[in-house]
């Protein structure tokens, strides 16, 4: 059974960095392209950035864009967003989505396209 943990959430403070890791429990993550999605209270959940499963293919969502990394390590089996310049904002549950994908090299931004996902971690921004 495929399970996508993430970890690496908390509080931290306008301008801040935080780096969100997602591991994959029964699965190898190099067959999958990856995501990142969040939702904030209230609002529908948001593609924040993806990466293929070779990793050279990323995209990142508009509102994101500059400050948000998305990356993988297939040796730890994880899939990293690292967050910059973070604003009030950006307060969300973060997911981990996983496509599966084995024989492409494309990195998805629609949601509906995502056939896991974890269970989410809180990132809240403020002072």
């Known amino acids: 059974q495929v399970q996508l943990v993430e970890s690496g959430g908390g509080l931290v403070e306008p301008g801040g960095s935080m780096r969100l890791s997602c591991t994959c429990s029964g699965c190898l993550l190099r067959n999958y392209a990856a995501g990142w999605f969040r939702q904030a209270p209230g609002k529908e959940r948001e593609f924040v950035a993806s990466?293929?499963?070779?990793?050279?293919?990323?995209n990142v969502g508009d509102s994101v864009k500059g400050r948000f990394t998305i990356s993988r390590d297939y040796t730890k089996n994880t899939v990293y967003l690292q967050m910059n310049a973070l604003k009030p904002d950006d307060t969300a549950v973060y997911y981990c989505?996983?496509?599966?994908?084995?024989?492409?090299?494309?990195?998805?931004?629609?949601?509906?396209?995502?056939?896991?996902w974890g269970q989410g971690t809180q990132v809240t921004v403020s002072s």
């Open positions: 990466i293929s499963r070779s990793g050279r293919v990323t």
């Open positions: 989505a996983g496509d599966y994908i084995p024989h492409s090299n494309i990195a998805r931004t629609d949601l509906d396209q995502y056939e896991s």
